[in-house]
């Protein structure tokens, strides 16, 4: 079994360097950013962490702080990305902001590859549109679904649940700024009705 420890100690190891990194662990303390990564349940809390910390969901309406972090949650099983894409090019400016989350992932992934860490490290769009439509206020869930999405919607309704989580464990961080924890609630309360509410109920 000294094997197996010595593995495990090995692993510490390299995560270690790899926090020390990016400024997350310095001198034995967590930094800001280390700390909320500490706090995070998610599989992708160390992107979600260079991305909050990066300022690229500074000064976000609600639903596009949605549309940005749900390409932070788990890959779109049946999603269409076509419907994303057609929104980013009318949205420029949060295309901008994407392609700056997505040079944070290739970094991010770089230094995991060099350190020998392998963790969860993805930037995806297929639930970007639906998640900016349903947080703008759309009322016609079956026309989201169908025009925003293209998949199943028990997917879409289950990415939003993840979503609101990841956007309540952020609001409710110390860590975060004020103003960006202010445009986080109202990205879920935008989120949480309807289908999507009651679909916590069950």
Known sequence: MAWLRDSYW?????????????GYLKAGELSAAGRLVATLRHDNELLV??????????????????????CLSEPSRE?????????????????????AMGRLAHELYEVQQSSHV????????????????????????????REAYGGHEGDLIRAFRRLI????QLAES????PALQERLWQAVSALDRGIVFESALI
């Open 10 to 22: 090995d692993e510490f190891l390299r995560i270690t360097r790899l926090l020390q990194h990016f």
């Open 49 to 70: 962490a260079r991305v909050v910390f990066s300022g690229v969901l500074n000064r976000l309406t609600a639903p596009e702080l949605a549309a940005l972090l749900s």
């Open 79 to 99: 999603g269409d990305s076509h419907y994303s894409w057609t929104l980013l090019k009318q949205l420029p400016h949060l295309q901008k902001r994407l392609q």
């Open 118 to 145: 392998t963790l969860p490290v993805s930037v995806q769009v297929g639930y970007l549109a639906a998640a900016y439509r349903w947080t703008h206020g759309e009322d016609d869930w079956t026309q989201v679904v």
């Open 165 to 168: 989580d990841l956007c309540r």
């Open 174 to 177: 110390p860590e975060v700024k």
